[in-house]
């Protein structure tokens, strides 16, 4: 019974953590917005030590900050930080690139083919586009299957989001789509130069990106994040 227990704790945990975390990576939760436990716990129908741990998961892979008698926040990454991560991330999605070049297989082929219809489709969604156009270089990194480059790129990939909350400009989601598409034909070409030329300046276009509205409370804003996960 314990050990159901355990897991059955385990699993809404993580659940928060998704939540959180795709409500972070959606901008609805801007840099600095303050994460009360009870709060969150009270939407999403949890305890606040599930909540804690969700916040502990999500502090380590630089997306929260724990304040010492001050609760947590979003993080609020500095303009260098902004910086560091963009060379650090154009080096890593290199690499996923010269992995992927020419090795694409038919069903990866179609499964990227999928995702970037899914972004043209919601280009009208700021939120949703934001994040599709995040999961397209994760889902990149996974088919690498290098377990050090994905677990790099998805870190790397949430904290661009809080970059571009804080020093982002307005994006274009039909620009983002049109160089997905253009990076996936050089990959399935197996033109290595030509795609790792087109992931730099994509990567260099993305610091442009841009922010959705700040919104004052923090049930209001996780009440859609809650209820895909089946919680509260």
Do not use: W
């Not at 500095?78 to 560091?84: A, H, N, Q, T, V």
């Not at 377990?147 to 989001?161: A, C, K, Q, T």
């Amino acid at each position: 019974m314990a050990d159901k227990a355990s897991d059955a704790g385990g699993g809404r945990s993580q659940a928060v953590h998704r939540a959180l975390k795709r409500a972070i990576i959606d901008q609805a939760l801007p840099p600095g917005s303050k994460l009360p436990e009870d709060s969150i716990g009270e939407r999403m129908g949890v305890s606040r030590t599930l909540v804690r741990e969700a916040l502990v998961r999500l502090s380590q892979e630089g997306l929260v900050e724990l304040r010492p008698n001050k609760g947590a926040a979003v993080a609020r990454p500095s303009l260098e930080e902004g910086r560091d991560l963009f060379l650090t991330r154009m080096a890593l999605e290199r690499l996923v690139v010269e992995t992927l070049s020419g090795n694409l297989t038919r069903d990866q082929i179609d499964t990227l083919s999928a995702h970037i219809e899914a972004e043209d489709s919601a280009r009208a969604q700021h939120a949703t586009s934001i994040r599709l156009a995040g999961e397209f270089h994760t889902l990149l990194a996974q088919m690498t299957n290098n377990s050090s480059l994905i677990r790099y790129v998805n870190e790397l990939v949430g904290r661009s989001s809080l970059i571009l909350a804080l020093y982002g400009r307005p994006h274009s989601s039909e620009c983002a789509v049109s160089e997905h598409r253009d990076l996936l034909d050089k990959l399935i070409a197996g033109d290595t130069a030509e795609a790792t030329a087109l992931m730099t300046h994509h990567l260099d276009s993305i610091t442009t990106r841009a922010v959705l509205p700040k919104q004052d409370d923090i049930r209001d804003v996780l009440s859609a994040y809650a209820t895909a996960e089946g919680l509260g």
